[in-house]
């Protein structure tokens, strides 16, 4: 027997034992929907879920996590939570409750690596920013969850995508950690066309709640919140913007006053109360905590003046590079990065289907901060020359 015949019989294994081993209601790897075939993946040895992860682990976009700052931006402190450890996290805390309630943990650590790859350079405020800018060109609302499986689908590989599966994209786009939710419940029968058309009418409507497609996207989605709700209260302390004693005397009793604390207890409540249900949620009692600790965080830290001093400096610098490359891609600029260091190589697919103004944007929000503020120094300072 051949060694990639060999290989592929143990995951056929693995595949058919996910079905006794994990709960009924788990997605199972051999369920899982890829827009095209992919006979790398129909032949090889690694089940389908993690194939995803690794495609995801192994994009350009992932790498670029590394300088994504997560709330606090444009601070030197090596201890602030970057994008990349919060995606850790996520992955971690949601991995630990899939296990817990036999989900499918391959499809939970795609999800959860993947969920902010869309995320612009300095937080959500980069995000609002960018959407202004975007909005102002006539091209919509800019949402870092859509932007997410836009890269991946579209972007990445200069155009060709990772042709991920539909279980792994849908989780991305539902992932909204910011909204409450005491429980979520899976819409489980979507389609590629359900997601084409969840993007649109999300991108028409920020506000509108999209519920994951499997359990292991509503756990992710649950993680996401778990995962920063006290970590920012932790940095936020380090910065001196609040002290422990100011997190609500109810949000202490319940959940406790410390990152960990408040992790542990989230997570030991989401499972309690979600075993064998074809659901997961939150008690009553940790839900209401939760829901308010989320307004302390969104009042104290979020809203703090002193995080947004340099607000305005950002969104001034956005407003300069998007103009200025919008008028690079007009004038067909070459010599401008964004042909270098964006579409040198891209598919003609993307480049007949993309406006100069969605270029702009998937550029821009591609960058890591540092190489913002690089963009910015590079393109908007005035250069000294000397001689004649």
């Known amino acids: 027997m051949k060694d990639n015949e060999f290989l592929f019989n143990i995951r056929k294994k693995l595949d058919d034992n996910e079905e006794s081993r994990l709960s009924p209601m788990a997605s199972l790897s ?26 995801i682990l192994h994009s350009l976009a992932y790498s670029r996590y590394i300088d994504k700052t997560q709330v606090f931006y444009l601070i030197k402190n090596d201890h602030i939570t970057h994008r990349v450890l919060h995606v850790q996290l996520v992955s971690k805390i949601a991995r630990t409750v899939g296990r ?8 939970i650590e795609a999800i959860a690596l993947g969920h902010d790859i869309g995320h612009t350079p300095f937080g959500h405020d980069g995000e609002r920013i960018l959407s202004d800018l975007c ?22 590989r200069k155009g060709k995508g990772w042709n991920l599966t539909l279980q792994v994209l849908d989780g991305i786009l539902t992932h909204d950690g910011e909204l409450h939710s005491q429980a979520l ?23 509108l709640d999209l519920w994951p497609m499997t359990l292991e996207g509503c756990v992710v989605r649950m993680s996401d919140t778990i995962s920063y709700v006290g ?17 609500p005397e109810v949000c ?40 308010r600790l989320k307004g302390f965080n969104e009042e104290r830290i979020y809203r703090n003046q002193k995080v947004k001093k340099q607000t305005g400096k950002v ?9 200025k490359y919008l008028n690079d891609i007009e004038t067909e600029n070459q010599a ?31 960058m890591t901060d540092e190489y913002f503020l690089d963009q910015c120094q590079e393109n908007l300072m005035p250069r000294i020359t000397t001689g004649f």
């Open 30 to 55: 051999r369920y899982a929907i890829r827009r095209t075939e992919d006979e790398e993946i129909v032949r090889g040895h690694r089940q389908s879920f993690s194939v995803d992860a690794d495609r």
């Open 231 to 247: 970590r920012d209260i932790e940095d936020a302390i380090r910065l001196g913007l609040t002290e422990r004693g100011d997190i």
């Open 315 to 323: 969104k001034l610098m956005f407003q300069l590079l998007f103009e």
């Open 252 to 291: 202490r009793e319940i959940l406790g006053d410390t990152n960990g604390t408040i992790v542990y207890n989230l997570v030991e409540d989401l499972v309690g109360n979600s075993l064998d249900r074809a659901y997961v949620c939150f008690s009553d009692k940790v839900g209401d905590a939760l829901k």
């Open 185 to 207: 419940e899976p819409q489980r029968d979507k389609d590629f066309d359900t997601l084409d058309d969840e993007m649109k009418r999300k991108g028409d409507d920020a506000s």
């Open 336 to 366: 401008s990065d964004i042909f270098s260091g964006f579409l040198d190589g891209m598919s003609s697919e993307y480049r007949e289907k993309t406006p100069p103004v969605g270029i702009v944007r998937d550029f821009v929000a591609g």
């Open 100 to 107: 817990l309630l036999r989900f499918n943990e391959d499809l």
């Open 135 to 156: 909005e102002a060109h006539g091209i919509g609302k800019f949402l870092h969850n859509i932007q997410s499986v836009r890269f991946l689908q579209e972007i990445e």
